[in-house]
């Protein structure tokens, strides 16, 4: 058996990177599938899998090892229910979040921070086009997330600002990045290296298709064995469906206090001896 690292699926077929980066087209066999004969997130890139050529020659996924985490979202469209496997196996997820063209949307970095927490991944946040914002405004931001604990870092990708800086604490690691439509996210990307814009525009040489327009992942190994994972930019984000009492995990600065609740399933609502509710200014985090 070979093992390699699925960098994109496409139908019912998986781009996977060898150890020296080289790309194999595999088919997947069809107990991953469902009965559409569809994978629906049993593959993602990141995945690390076991692979090897049929009587044709023909390279075939056989096993898919397990994972150390999953980034995950509500699959858009979908109120309750669904949810949607982004990447898999990743060291953290990289929100770009701009500051003006388009406007900052704060509620989108609590959003996505809340599911990198939920689905146990390391999250940042890239606050880019400071050249456009007010002045202040990028401080500021990063001043209340860094409080929190998550690393920030204040870029310009077209003036070049913060963004070898950014890359340093990326080297040798994977990184999903996402982020809105018009934040910036490919200028960035152009700005780590020159060819993973035209690697991750590219047309797929199996199927001769552009690449997909869904918020799967599109992973791409750089000259150096950095990895960045790339999605297509969204207009909504939304964490998936949890239980009211277990949503406070998304949340690590009010999470401390949940371990002062009367009762383990505490709602944070209306319990009595409730460790969260005081320190909330509204009348309970799962409202």
């Not at 982004?86 to 953290?92: E, K, M, Q, V």
């Not at 991944?121 to 007010?134: M, R």
């Not at 996402?178 to 590219?202: C, D, M, Q, Y």
Request: charged share 25%.
């Amino acid at each position: 058996m070979n093992v390699a690292v699925v960098a994109r699926v496409d139908l019912r077929q998986a781009i996977v990177l060898d150890a020296q980066g080289n790309e194999i087209a595999c088919r997947v066999r069809a107990r991953f599938m469902d009965r559409a004969k569809r994978l629906r997130g049993a593959l993602v890139a990141g995945d690390e899998v076991e692979w090897d050529q049929d009587e044709q020659g023909t390279a075939v996924v056989e096993e898919i090892l397990p994972r150390r985490n999953l980034f995950r979202r509500r699959a858009a469209g979908h109120q309750t229910g669904r949810e949607q496997a982004i990447a898999a196996n990743l060291d953290r997820v990289l929100l770009v979040a701009s500051l003006a063209e388009p406007t900052l949307k704060e509620g989108l970095i609590d959003r996505v921070s809340v599911a990198a927490e939920l689905c146990e991944v390391p999250f940042a946040v890239a606050l880019s086009k400071t050249d456009l914002g007010e002045a202040g405004t990028a401080e500021r931001t990063a001043k209340r997330y860094r409080a929190l604990g998550y690393p920030v870092h204040v870029i310009s990708a077209k003036q070049g600002a913060g963004v070898s800086e950014l890359y340093e604490t990326l080297r040798g690691t994977r990184t999903l990045v996402i982020g809105h439509s018009g934040v910036g996210k490919s200028t960035l990307l152009n700005a780590f290296e020159p060819s993973l814009g035209l690697r991750i525009g590219a047309v797929n040489p199996v199927t001769g298709r552009g690449r997909q327009t869904t918020t799967a992942g599109l992973l791409c190994r750089l000259q150096d064995g950095t990895e960045i994972v790339d999605t297509p930019g969204f207009r909504a984000f939304a964490p998936c469906a949890v239980a009211p009492e277990d949503v406070i995990v998304g949340f690590p600065d009010l999470a401390r206090h949940a371990l002062h609740c009367r009762f383990p399933r505490c709602g944070h609502k209306s319990e009595p001896g409730c460790g969260v509710r005081p320190r909330w200014p509204m009348t309970g985090i799962s409202a």
